[in-house]
């Protein structure tokens, strides 16, 4: 579809017409080219021969709006989900690796993979609607790069590992390292991420992610918070990570809150410390879902509740 | 870009197009193929509006590319009835009025049956949830639950 913005006529939409160039006189989306590679080394190379503005494209729940709304006019779209390796989901020794274009409901429809890992899958559930979690991947979904994304701070809290691939090679990258700001990530040009890998757990381990939204459904984060934590048999709690996501400009790791958990048997004291940490982490903005006060407020209060939930899972 | 050469099946029908990659799937079933039984709301993946199944799974066609459809198989609306035989889920919104305006109501029962096909006896809670995808200025939703129950009850024989 070409859009034509302009002083002529704004918003008028010429659904058949082959424009090659707007009102403008600026090139518009008819230039755009589809490839869809079957591997990572075709992709790769395809993002590196281009000069002009590339977008990785697995669900397209994020890169088809922002087409939509004129946010962006790619001269490249290179469509992942042939690639095997992103498509897969696979249990190695108790560790998990999930393609980065696996969709939110073949997460949902893994029952292994949502025993695994329940908070991250709280997490995957609260993404969009059904049909948007039809399509809608975690890679994306991390990629995106919103401060309020909800399968974010769960995969931090997981300790996930990004595999990421570019015309240097791959590396690893930690899933609380690759967001940098609303939008922002640290990838360089033309790397992709291929897939995560989320390390085994002892038992005893629960994880939980929580958001706050005044709907239940279809709403965007006001406060996201993801907890994995594992206990000993006398359940004091030996290792956990505390991940809250829409209070700062990216989704945080709270190392002060995970502290907090650490070496107590998560009773009262160690609760009233999560939450003070929780709140002390937060840098949000004011905006119509929250104001500051309220952000930092709530971060403490669905810490706990996640930490509680998280606990229960791990002695279940 | 020249356009691209898809081959699709829709409702069971093969189809050959060529498709801009600009195009969505929305825009080649509403512009070229004039099925406009599909509808635009928002274009941007919030009102269901434009619900297709694509492989049997529930999406947003306005957010699937057009050259995306290639190999695939897609269902929409107009595939619901079989010839004048409403199916269940249409006869039930009419029976409980479930639709006003009527704008929502393609998106609606193309989600709906994607829902009675993975749990043909869903509570009310389910099928709120699973409809949220799914905006409707009209009927408050109400009469929409409703129908669906009513529809899942004789689907099951019930
Ligand atoms: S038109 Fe596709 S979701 Fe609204
Ligand atoms: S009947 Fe009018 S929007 Fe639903």
């Known amino acids: 579809m070409v859009r034509v913005d302009g002083p002529v006529r704004p918003s008028v939409i010429y659904k058949d ?9 600026e090139a518009t989306l008819t230039d755009m080219r589809y490839e869809a590679p079957e591997t990572l080394d075709a992709a790769v190379g395809l993002l590196a021969e281009e000069s002009g503005v590339a977008r990785v494209f697995a669900g397209g729940t994020d890169v088809m709006v922002q087409i939509h709304l004129d946010l ?72 995106n790069a919103s401060p309020a994304a909800d399968s974010v701070p769960p995969m931090i809290a997981a300790d996930a590992v990004a595999s990421v691939i570019g015309p240097n090679g791959r590396r690893d990258v930690s899933m609380a390292d690759i967001v940098t700001g609303p939008g922002q990530t640290s990838l360089e040009d033309g790397e992709i991420v291929v897939s995560f890998r989320l390390p085994k757990r002892p038992a005893n381990s629960g994880d939980a992610y929580l958001r706050f939204t005044p709907r239940s459904e279809m709403d965007i984060a006001v406060v996201g918070c993801g907890i994995n934590l594992m206990l000993d048999d006398g359940g004091t709690c030996t290792a956990a990570r505390v991940s809250l996501g829409a209070v700062a400009a990216r989704p945080l790791l709270v190392d002060d809150a995970a502290n907090a958990l650490i070496g107590t048997k998560v009773g009262d004291d160690a609760m009233e410390a999560l939450a003070a940490a929780a709140s002390a982490a937060c840098s949000p903005i004011d905006d119509k879902r929250g104001t500051i006060e309220y952000r930092t407020e709530v971060a403490g209060v669905l810490a706990q509740r996640t930490a509680v939930i998280a606990l229960e899972r791990a002695k279940s | 870009m020249a356009k691209q050469y898809v081959n699709t099946t829709i409702n069971g029908d093969s189809h050959e197009l060529l498709c801009d990659p ?42 699937v590319m057009g050259v995306e459809a290639n190999g695939k198989s897609i269902d929409t609306i107009e595939g619901m009835a079989d010839g004048d035989d409403l199916h269940p889920l249409q006869q039930k919104f009419i029976d409980h009025i479930a639709l006003q305006c009527g704008i929502c109501t393609p998106g609606l029962l193309v989600a709906s049956k994607a829902l009675l096909e993975e749990n043909p006896d869903p ?13 409707c200025r009209c009927t408050g939703y109400h009469k929409v639950i ?13």
Do not use: H
Not at chain 1, 18 to 25: A, K, M, Y
Not at chain 2, 30 to 53: I, P
Not at chain 2, 128 to 133: M, S
């Open chain 1, 72 to 143: 962006i006019e790619p001269d490249l779209i290179v469509d992942v989900k042939n690639i095997a390796e992103m498509r897969e989901v696979v249990e190695e020794d108790g560790s998990w690796r999930i393609g980065a274009a696996v969709t939110g409901k073949e997460l949902m429809d893994n029952a292994a993979f949502n025993a695994a890992w329940p908070g991250v899958m709280d997490g995957v559930r609260l993404i969009g609607s059904v049909q948007v979690r039809g399509r809608a991947t975690v890679g994306g979904n991390l990629c």
């Open chain 2, 123 to 135: 509570t009310e809670e389910e099928i709120r949830y699973w409809l949220a995808g799914n905006l």
């Open chain 2, 22 to 63: 600009t195009q969505t799937l929305l825009d080649v079933l509403r512009d070229q193929l004039d099925m406009t039984g599909t509808k635009e709301g928002c274009g941007t993946g919030d009102c269901g509006a434009c619900s297709v199944t694509m492989d049997g799974v529930l999406v947003c066609s306005c957010l």
């Open chain 2, 146 to 158: 409703e129908a669906v129950q009513d529809a899942a009850r004789e689907m099951r024989g019930a």
């Open chain 1, 17 to 25: 017409i082959p424009f090659t160039e707007n009102v403008n006189g």
